[in-house]
């Protein structure tokens, strides 16, 4: 099988994976004084200091970018695949059930994309939840600059809107050439909202806008490419409170974020 990367995006020291595939990459490392003797993102070519707004998608840049192996993809310290089709994703994840080698060669001989199963909202759509807990404005700004740059793409773009379900986590593996046309689409949208978008008065937490509109966007992608793919679950590496979830949920169901 050919050479394959799996990124781990991580701002802190974590248990990785043994599993020579994955490589551990500091994201925000230029913003950063911490030395985890991971690959840090603030080398080559790179958008480093972008991670306030970005989260992970410095270390999927600095992927794109600098690492070309055949197959490239990205989790999370905290989230990973798992190779178990059954795998409950309330369930506390184990390293021993991480997504293989052998697992990830023979999924990649039968679709072209490896993605985390849909995360499900049931009693509201992707636009509707995003309006509860974020600023309604990001979605207005990024609608703009695809009707502007990828205006076959808006139709895919108003399509996921009004779906109750979506790929999360900016999680996935692709072919590099895949992999390199989704980011060379992804970050031209995303620079250019950057252009438009006055997040100056932004809180820390949703100033991680471009981070959160990109989940969306994989979709969009997705809809409009038409790749095949194979869904598989994602582990949560760390206890997860579900209770305290679902109430933070419907808090957000009956607010919605003023600017």
Request: hydrophobic letters at 35%; one cysteine or more; glycine letters at 2%.
């Amino acid at each position: 099988m050919n050479r394959i990367t799996i990124g781990v995006a991580t701002h802190k020291k974590y248990r990785m994976p043994d599993d020579e595939v994955y490589l551990p990459i500091q994201s925000g490392a230029a913003l950063s004084d911490l030395n985890l003797s991971y690959q840090r993102d603030n080398v080559g070519e790179n958008i480093s200091i972008k991670n306030p707004n970005y989260s992970e998608l410095t270390a999927l840049y600095w992927l794109w970018k600098n690492d070309h192996s055949e197959y490239k993809g990205l989790v999370h310290y905290r989230r990973h695949f798992s190779s178990k089709h059954n795998y409950l994703e309330f369930r506390t994840g184990n390293f021993s059930d991480l997504l293989d080698v052998s697992t990830l060669e023979h999924l990649l001989t039968k679709v072209d994309i490896i993605l985390p199963k849909k995360r499900k909202y049931y009693i509201e759509t992707i636009k509707s939840h995003y309006e509860h807990t974020h600023y309604g404005i990001d979605l207005e700004v990024t609608e703009n600059v695809i009707k502007s740059i990828y205006p076959d793409y808006l139709n895919s773009y108003n399509k996921v809107l009004n779906r109750k379900s979506a790929h999360m986590f900016n999680m996935f593996v692709m072919s590099e050439n895949k992999f390199d046309e989704y980011c060379e689409w992804l970050f031209k949208i995303l620079f250019e909202i950057e252009k438009k978008l006055d997040i100056s008065q932004y809180s820390d937490f949703h100033a991680r806008v471009f981070g959160r509109i990109s989940e969306i966007l994989l979709d969009v992608w997705l809809d409009k490419k038409k790749y095949n793919y194979v869904e598989i679950p994602v582990m949560f590496m760390e206890n997860q409170s579900w209770s305290k979830k679902i109430v933070k949920f419907l808090k957000a169901k009956a607010y919605r974020v003023r600017y």
